[in-house]
């Protein structure tokens, strides 16, 4: 499937739709998720269009991945939860819904369910504007 420019996220990137900033540089883009599948769910994406992990250049990868680690860091800092899960979906059948590559940031807790994902309800602005700005201070 080709790239379609009208996705969610190429949208938040254009400054097209609003998005609860957490981190910017010249490859990368990191913000709240709207849905979060739990407290500090954080997605960070590459600024080149590319669809999936198939798609993007390795040089892209890089930055992602490391952009990633990096606001993993902070996203762990401010919530300090018992582990960290870090996901990325290829393709509607592995689960992915906005088709412009992204890592989620999921802080996890010992004995609280993980909400399927896809399930979850919209987060509340607020709060999600205070989580960005509490990551943000730790980058
Ligand atoms: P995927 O299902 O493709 O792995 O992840 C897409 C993620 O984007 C989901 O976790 C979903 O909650 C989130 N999402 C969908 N629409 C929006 C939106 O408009 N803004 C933000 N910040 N996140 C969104």
Known sequence: ???????I?????RGELPAHKVYEDAHVFSFMDIFPQGKGHT???PKAP???LFDLPGDAL????QATQKVSVAVRDVFEPDGVLIAQFNGAAAGQTVF????????RW???ALPGH??????????????AKEIAAKL
């Not at 996220?9 to 990137?13: H, N, P, R, S």
């Open 1 to 7: 499937m080709a790239y379609d420019p009208e996705n």
């Open 9 to 13: 996220f190429a949208k938040i990137l």
């Open 43 to 45: 997605l960070v994406i």
């Open 50 to 52: 590319a669809e999936n």
């Open 62 to 65: 890089a930055n992602l991945i």
């Open 100 to 107: 412009h590559i992204h890592f989620h940031i999921i802080p």
């Open 110 to 112: 010992e004995g609280d």
């Open 118 to 131: 896809g399930h979850t309800g919209r987060g509340d602005d607020a709060e999600l504007a205070v989580m």
